[in-house]
């Protein structure tokens, strides 16, 4: 641009070199492609011939694909001119050739993902990245490796420091790196395509075909069907729509980007840095006033466990708006059930009321409206303790309302009061007390739900499960609390896996779709809904059918080791 002075900054391990914060990049970006670019149509024909060369030979099982950064919108509509099911995917830049094609925000997934000149335009690599992972499973990217010779700025032309947009370049060992860190195998060619498939492939034949070796020939085998014809009809019968109506419909009132959420989240992180990095993107578009960052030491004995930890304290740090952040960082790794419990009510000494979520909860944008107008709505009432925003009865509506009150409080993401939190306590110390006395029989009305429950706070009490919610639901039960659940489910969690801390086997509750709530009809009455909280309890936590498919011998162990249930944390 030349006007500025910056600083640049490499890595001694591997290279990798970054400017300092880039505060000109609003200024560089004034165009989306800066103008002595002048290779952008060719470099889009020769890619798209090489992406599906890569597709048909070398993943001819990947079917949804996805630019990233895809700009104008030029190579995603080459690649469905090849026959290949691409979506735009860019929010700082108008998509103008693939219009109608736009990434789906409910598609979670692709099998295919491409990003050419974008690495070297990332800020913030590691949150970048981190979406990449969660969006795909196979990245063929361009970036041009730095020579050799580690040249400074004016000696190596793809600083290009008169646009100002290259603030991150890599080298080699760089690349490696990156592929080691998300199980990726790495393929680079001469001229910087760079292929990081995470099943393995031929690296010589991927090799040949990043550098559009036999291309000709190659292309007229295994040939596919241009969607071009397929794409015109999408796009006359949403034209068609369109105007349909427009006839009919008042136009809908949408939030504006700047509109912030005047209300305090709690944020709680461990060591996933990729789903931290979903679930921080709702969290960015909210926008709260106040963000609260909860966070676990690593464990002693687990190796690499600090860095991801640190990963995804920098991730969640990543605030770009006008928010008061409150780090409440433990020093030593306290475990699940100590770490949340403490961050919380650390939390409720600053404020008194609080949205809290995950590292691996997804909401929809308007759970945390919901959110906000419950709290408001139900402040002083003590009938109320919480607010969930799960719903986990299979298509069940209770009541005419947008929500309904139950007895339990699913929490993968929700909301509470300091005046409902006060006085929890996580060893659950008055537990024998309350056994001994009947309280259960006040809560359930069956032998069975308090024979499960007794069993299972039982071994809470034991520590032999190391979580804080069941110590929440026993407190709430105490204050003759009913909670809150939303008709539509509003929250979706991706943290099922090895990884998990306690969720590592699959559940139909893992990854459910999201809805919206468009208004919000409040509940006349603050009454339990019994239908509701009898088909929990039956599905849920006490699920028959499961148990009937299991061998004999295991059927005695309590739900909670066996059955993972979704009001228990997936982290």
């Known amino acids: ?52 060369l890569t597709l048909r ?8 694909c996805v630019d990233y950064g895809g700009g104008y919108g030029m190579f995603t509509r080459m690649m469905r001119d090849l026959g290949h099911d691409f979506v735009h995917l860019d929010p700082y830049c108008q998509n103008l050739f693939a219009k109608g094609f736009e990434a789906d925000a409910e598609q979670q997934h692709y099998d295919f993902l491409t990003a050419f000149e974008v690495w070297e335009h990332m800020a913030d690599p590691q949150v970048e990245i981190a979406k990449m992972d969660q969006l795909a499973d196979h990245w063929l990217i361009s970036t041009v490796a730095q020579p050799d010779s580690a040249p400074r700025p004016g000696e190596w032309w ?33 001229g910087g395509l760079h292929l990081f498939s995470r099943s393995p492939v031929s690296p010589f034949l991927a090799n040949q075909l990043l550098r559009g070796r036999a291309m000709g020939i190659l292309q007229r085998m295994r040939r596919r069907k241009s969607l071009l014809q397929n794409d015109y009809q999408v796009a006359l019968e949403a034209t068609s729509a369109k105007q349909s109506l427009a006839t009919v419909s008042p136009t809908l009132s949408i939030p504006t980007r700047n509109e912030s959420l005047d209300a305090a989240v709690a944020f709680i992180t461990f060591n996933r ?55 409440i960082y433990a020093s030593e790794n306290l475990g699940c059930g100590r770490r949340v419990s403490s961050g919380i009510t650390e939390a409720f ?39 969930s925003g799960n719903n986990f009865q299979q298509g069940h509506a209770r009541g005419s309302a947008s929500y309904y009150f139950s007895r339990y409080l699913h929490c993968w993401g929700w909301a509470t009061w300091r005046r409902a939190w006060q006085n929890y306590d996580l060893s659950i110390s008055k537990w024998p007390a309350l056994r001994e006395s009947g309280f259960l029989e006040s809560v359930f009305p069956t032998t069975k739900e308090r024979k499960h429950w007794t069993q299972l706070l039982d071994s809470v009490h034991e520590k032999k499960i190391d979580t804080w919610d069941f110590q929440w639901l026993l407190h709430c039960w105490s204050l003759g609390g009913l909670n809150a659940h939303p008709n539509e489910n509003l929250v979706t969690n991706i943290g099922f896996g090895p990884n998990a801390t306690h969720t590592t086997k699959g559940t139909p509750y893992a990854n459910m779709k999201r809805s919206s709530l468009a208004e919000i009809t409040h509940c006349d009455d603050v009454v339990q809904d019994t239908d509701a909280d009898k088909f929990s309890f039956e599905h849920i936590f006490n699920d028959e059918s499961r148990k009937k498919r299991r061998p004999f011998w295991k059927r005695f162990r309590l739900d909670y080791q066996s059955n993972p249930v979704p009001h228990s944390r997936a982290a």
């Not at 370049?169 to 990156?178: D, F, N, R, V």
């Open 1 to 52: 641009m030349g006007k500025y002075d910056i600083e640049y900054f490499r890595c001694c391990e591997c290279r990798f070199i970054q400017t300092e914060q880039p505060y000109w990049l609003d200024e560089a970006y004034q165009d989306a492609i800066i103008p002595t670019d002048v290779g952008l149509v060719r470099r889009n024909q020769t890619f798209s011939k090489i992406t599906s």
């Open 57 to 64: 030979y070398l993943h001819p099982t990947a079917s949804r």
């Open 158 to 190: 793809y600083y290009a420091t008169e646009g100002g947009q290259h603030v991150a370049l890599w080298s080699e060992k760089a690349l490696q790196t990156i592929a080691q860190q998300y199980g990726r195998q790495l393929v680079s060619a001469r």
């Open 273 to 327: 840095p990729t789903e931290t990095a979903q679930s921080f993107q709702s969290i960015r578009e909210a926008r709260p006033s106040k963000l609260f960052l909860i966070s676990d030491a690593a464990r002693p004995n687990a190796p690499g466990e600090a860095e991801k930890v640190e990963a995804s304290r920098r991730i969640a740090e990543n605030v770009d708006w006008d928010c008061e952040v409150v780090r």
């Open 349 to 387: 000494e600053h404020v008194d009321r609080l949205i809290i979520l995950e590292d691996d909860c997804i909401p929809d944008p308007t759970f945390f409206s919901y959110c906000k107008s419950l709290l408001d709505r139900y402040q002083d009432d003590t009938r109320v303790t919480g607010i």
